[in-house]
């Protein structure tokens, strides 16, 4: 039987979820998820963003209890922002804790944090919304050239409060620095995630989007996650199948199980909802 996995999940312990770990488990087995992955923020310079190891090692025995009553399996990980000038603080914290996978991303460019909406709206203002495009996807480039990481998270992010279907970004115009990217992932081997949350936002579909995606595979970049991106247990594993149909219209036919930041590729098929 096929069972879908969400690789990106968030818990209360950072500010901007309401989810406990047992609530986002417990939402997940509901809807026939094999495994899950609990990837908390860790973004330095910013303490309610941070999950310490004290918190993930309390959350890994509650994993291995809700895993056996469940029937799920949850893996932990990190949400790690990248930082050029705190490297150092970045390594120690991945060296603290036996992590099954790291998240990278890039939720800041030039001091805005482009995930929240005043943020972007300022930079968009401030310098364009197509060299915010550009310099959100050189910040991305850094982060999976220093190989710090095992996925990075929505490549595109910069979609979420920058256009509307109305009124896109258009592709060809930062295509030069998704190449970048591209090629930085390839010759680092860190892989990326299909994130399914930009479906409930304006963008309408997964980060990256449909352009992107089809580069990626040109280029051979992997492994490949599909995560919810979810801070509500409602959302734990939404909008996964249509994250799953994307990858296959773009020409995936494999996604990664992660564990110990080891991954294994697996055919499609065995990732996707009974339909």
């Given at each position: 039987?096929?069972?879908?996995?969400?690789?990106?999940?968030?818990?209360?312990?950072?500010?901007?979820?309401?989810?406990?770990?047992?609530?986002?488990?417990?939402?997940?087995?509901?809807?026939?998820?094999?495994?899950?992955?609990?990837?908390?923020?860790?973004?330095?310079?910013?303490?309610?963003?941070?999950?310490?190891?004290?918190?993930?090692?309390?959350?890994?025995?509650?994993?291995?209890?809700?895993?056996?009553?469940?029937?799920?399996?949850?893996?932990?990980?990190?949400?790690?922002?990248?930082?050029?000038?705190?490297?150092?603080?970045?390594?120690?914290?991945?060296?603290?804790?036996?992590?099954?996978?790291?998240?990278?991303?890039?939720?800041?460019?030039?001091?805005?944090?482009?995930?929240?909406?005043?943020g972007?709206?300022?930079?968009?203002?401030?310098?364009?919304?197509?060299?915010?495009?550009?310099?959100?996807?050189?910040?991305?480039?850094?982060?999976?050239?220093?190989?710090?990481?095992?996925?990075?998270?929505?490549?595109?992010?910069?979609?979420?409060?920058?256009?509307?279907?109305?009124?896109?970004?258009?592709?060809?115009?930062?295509?030069?620095?998704?190449?970048?990217?591209?090629?930085?992932?390839?010759?680092?081997?860190?892989?990326?995630?299909?994130?399914?949350?930009?479906?409930?936002?304006?963008?309408?579909g997964?980060?990256?989007?449909?352009?992107?995606?089809?580069?990626?595979?040109?280029?051979?970049?992997g492994?490949?996650?599909?995560?919810?991106?979810?801070?509500t247990?409602?959302?734990?594993?939404?909008?996964?199948?249509?994250?799953?149909?994307?990858?296959?219209?773009a020409?995936?036919?494999?996604?990664?199980?992660?564990?110990?930041?080891?991954?294994?590729?697996?055919p499609?098929?065995?990732?996707?909802?009974?339909?």
């Amino acid at each position: 039987m096929s069972r879908p996995t969400d690789y990106h999940l968030h818990s209360n312990t950072t500010e901007d979820s309401v989810a406990t770990v047992e609530q986002l488990a417990r939402a997940a087995a509901a809807r026939g998820f094999a495994e899950i992955a609990v990837t908390d923020h860790f973004i330095l310079g910013y303490d309610n963003y941070r999950v310490t190891v004290e918190q993930l090692e309390a959350h890994r025995a509650l994993a291995k209890e809700l895993g056996g009553k469940l029937g799920i399996k949850i893996l932990l990980g990190a949400e790690v922002d990248y930082f050029e000038d705190r490297l150092p603080e970045i390594r120690a914290f991945l060296d603290s804790f036996d992590f099954d996978i790291v998240i990278g991303a890039a939720h800041f460019v030039d001091g805005r944090g482009i995930a929240a909406e005043p943020g972007a709206k300022a930079l968009v203002r401030d310098i364009g919304r197509t060299e915010a495009f550009r310099r959100s996807l050189r910040a991305v480039e850094r982060a999976a050239r220093s190989g710090m990481f095992d996925v990075m998270a929505h490549l595109d992010v910069i979609r979420k409060f920058s256009e509307t279907p109305e009124d896109r970004e258009p592709y060809e115009n930062y295509a030069e620095e998704a190449e970048r990217v591209a090629d930085a992932l390839a010759e680092s081997g860190v892989g990326f995630e299909v994130n399914c949350r930009g479906f409930s936002h304006s963008t309408g579909g997964q980060y990256p989007g449909g352009e992107f995606l089809s580069l990626l595979k040109s280029r051979g970049v992997g492994p490949v996650t599909v995560g919810s991106d979810a801070h509500t247990a409602r959302d734990a594993g939404a909008d996964i199948d249509r994250g799953i149909d994307a990858l296959r219209a773009a020409g995936f036919d494999r996604l990664a199980r992660f564990e110990r930041r080891r991954a294994t590729l697996a055919p499609l098929e065995e990732f996707e909802f009974k339909r």
